[in-house]
């Protein structure tokens, strides 16, 4: 059976999760008893599954699904295919996801689920397998109306596909509302590929309007899968320069700008940036964190930027695309700089949003344009991050961090005592 290969780091990422909680709870005066129910998990779902490879060969894997809390509705959040997944780190995902969902206003708490596993050294039928036998296993915890996964890190559209499928197998007729991120051949959403990499783009744009929204400023973007390859196809559509970006591997610099759109179809389509041959200078991936421009955008993992690396962090501004990618050491550091940080849970939250849209159009049977999709994306994030910014302005003694922790907690409280404890 496969392990996990880098604990520590993922450790961090829930270390870092109840950090923010804590410091929220102290703010805000809460309870011990409302502290304790936000730090507790209502379903930590463990399972060991048998796959079948393509050899005949039997393969165990360990996979996890966990609810943190539905008190606003079913629980909602990715399942992510990687060798570093650890329960710690699927903990700190879901809990992230509860506060997004309630920051943006929508009806559902948060989950996360993961498997151990590389999925780029399975083939496709082997894939197939281990996402329809990890279906079956947490199909007890799931459903349109319990627990609605989505792709994260790993899977994509047609794992979900798959999913969708196998669910639906069991109960003898199609559950389309059951997942979320779908094809749209199989009731998925219009805009949902795009979905975070766009809400990116609307946050940015609102966030520098005084100063000409996104056209003319320099951009580093680190990770360059769905979220960070997306938003900087759209950075360069809207005007901006997008000087350097990289994946686990490379990194890749101009001055003059990247041209994103071409290297996000190389990327889509099986190349790396290691095999580009368009212009720009071959970095230490590192380098992207440190990029002298105006706007970071990690987009990859968590707690890839710490106190040991934020000092030398240059850009005015930081907008999280990827969940918990800065640790709470490297937020003090920030906040003592001077330098905003849009937060995770409000940045990074166009792909929820979207899912929720695609939940709705499942239920209802039908199907919304993307034009619809895109405009009711960009209402509700901008009404997020106006809440959010008058929560705290700027140049008070929060930081944005702070205040959409702030509402999200507050709405999840709301929510737990309005409906009481059972029985």
């Known amino acids: 059976m496969q392990t996990t290969a880098q604990p520590e780091t993922q450790q961090t990422a829930l270390v870092s999760a109840l950090h923010q909680v804590h410091a929220a709870a102290d703010r805000l005066g809460l309870s011990d008893k409302h502290r304790e129910m936000l730090t507790s998990f209502k379903t930590v779902f463990q399972t060991e599954f048998p796959v079948e490879m393509d050899d005949r060969s039997i393969r165990v894997f360990c996979g996890y699904r966990v609810l943190h809390n539905n008190a606003r509705g079913p629980t909602k959040g990715g399942i992510r295919y990687d060798p570093a997944v650890t329960l710690d780190e699927v903990k700190a995902l879901s809990m992230w996801m509860t506060w997004k969902c309630a920051v943006v206003g929508l009806p559902f708490g948060g989950a996360k689920g993961g498997v ?17 036998r990890y279906t079956s296993e947490i199909t007890p915890i799931i459903g349109p109306d319990r627990d609605i996964p989505a792709p994260d890190m790993g899977t994509n559209p047609q794992v979900m596909a798959w999913m969708m499928d196998t669910y639906s197998m069991g109960l003898g ?164 700089r001077g330098i905003p940080v849009i937060p995770d849970i409000l940045a990074n939250a166009g792909g929820v949003t979207v899912s929720y849209f695609e939940w709705v159009q499942a239920r209802q049977y039908l199907h919304w344009s993307e034009q619809q999709v895109n405009e009711e994306l960009h209402r509700l994030l901008l009404d997020a991050y106006r809440k959010v910014s008058s929560r705290c302005p700027i140049g008070g003694d929060c930081s944005m961090r702070e205040a959409a922790q702030w509402i999200g907690i507050e709405r999840v409280i709301e929510a737990m005592d309005l409906r009481g404890i059972f029985p």
């Open 116 to 132: 151990i596993v590389d999925p780029r050294a399975l083939s496709t039928d082997e894939l197939q397998n281990l996402t329809r």
């Open 173 to 336: 007729y199609t559950v389309p509302a059951v997942v979320t991120g779908k094809p749209v051949a199989v009731g998925g959403s219009e805009g949902r590929l795009d979905a975070t990499g766009r809400g990116l783009l609307y946050l940015l744009q609102e966030h520098l309007r005084e100063s000409g929204g996104v056209s003319g400023k320099s951009f580093a973007v680190q990770g360059f899968g769905n979220v960070g390859g997306v938003v900087s196809r759209l950075l360069r559509q809207s005007g901006a320069r997008v000087e350097y970006v990289s994946d686990i591997a490379t990194g890749l610099s101009n001055p003059q700008g990247i041209d994103t759109a071409s290297l996000f179809a190389h990327v889509q389509a099986g190349g790396s940036l290691a095999d580009w041959r368009g212009e720009g200078e071959r970095i230490d991936p590192a380098e992207v964190l440190e990029a002298d421009v105006d706007v970071l955008i990690p987009a990859a993992t968590e707690g890839v930027i710490t106190a040991d690396n934020a000092p030398f962090v240059r850009a005015s501004l930081i907008i999280e695309g990827a969940n918990g990618p800065l640790t709470p050491d490297a937020d003090a550091i920030f906040m003592e």
